[in-house]
């Protein structure tokens, strides 16, 4: 079966704008969450969603946010883009029923001028 | 405060040898941790997990090591393949936490023909 489906694959925005990427779990999997990936930083948490609810959220500024639709699908949206807001951003989804593992997209490379 | 570590950020080994990337952790609530290979723009592909009620879990040329005591686990390949150049990363995660992964910087293993 397909993997999580993330789109756009490559994206550059200019400071000021809004981007939204999306995330597409794996078929039968409720849960997904966002991660973003800087060299500074590693690769650090955003939040979780599971039925349409955000479950966990991690030490971002507001202007990072999320959705989940009731086909589990999510978005994440960053508002007021900052030159710091350039990565790899990395959504993954989960399937408790299917132990704990979390699976991976190829990730949404956003890079902000 | 990093709750996950991988201090060595890089190991170069010879092909057909024994590869050891280390991971150590803090917070004691961790009972789940991933191995995940990552190669540069990508999403990380996960490898072999391991409970806390375990101490050792193998899936062919891949073994994790669990030492909850010192904090301490480690991911053993054998024989190293050039193909198993990337970036490793150990990741963590409590089972009440959702699927939120807290995760080491990263090693990068270079294996040498």
């Known amino acids: 079966k397909a993997g999580v489906t993330q789109t756009p694959r490559y994206l550059i925005k200019t400071r000021g704008q809004q981007v939204t990427l999306s995330c597409s779990p794996i078929?039968?999997?409720?849960?997904v969450s966002w991660y973003q990936q800087t060299p500074g930083q590693g690769l650090q948490f955003l939040f979780e969603?599971?039925?349409?609810?955000?479950?966990n959220k991690g030490n971002f500024p507001g202007r990072f946010s999320g959705r989940q639709f009731s086909n589990s699908r999510s978005e994440m949206n960053v508002s007021t883009l900052e030159l710091g807001d350039s990565a790899l951003y990395l959504c993954?989804?989960?399937?408790?029923?299917?132990?704990?593992?979390?699976?991976f997209g190829e990730g949404s490379w956003l890079t902000v001028v | 405060d990093q709750q996950v570590k991988q201090n060595s950020p890089s190991l170069s080994v010879q092909e057909g040898r024994i590869s050891i990337l280390n991971c150590d952790y803090t917070?004691?609530?961790?009972?789940?941790f991933l191995w995940y290979k990552k190669y540069p723009a990508e999403g990380p592909t996960f490898l072999i997990s391991?409970?806390?009620?375990?101490d050792k879990n193998e899936d062919g040329r891949f073994t994790v090591f669990l030492n909850k005591s010192a904090k301490h686990l480690s991911l053993h390949i054998v024989p190293s393949q050039p193909g198993d150049s990337a970036v490793y990363f150990c990741?963590?995660?409590?089972?009440?936490?959702?699927?939120?992964?807290?995760f080491g910087g990263g090693t990068r293993l270079m294996v040498k023909p």
């Open positions: 391991i409970s806390s009620i375990k």
């Open positions: 078929s039968g999997h409720r849960s």
């Open positions: 990741a963590a995660s409590r089972n009440n936490a959702g699927n939120m992964l807290t």
């Open positions: 993954a989804s989960h399937d408790a029923n299917s132990g704990n593992t979390i699976y």
């Open positions: 969603y599971f039925s349409e609810t955000q479950r």
């Open positions: 917070n004691s609530m961790f009972d789940y």
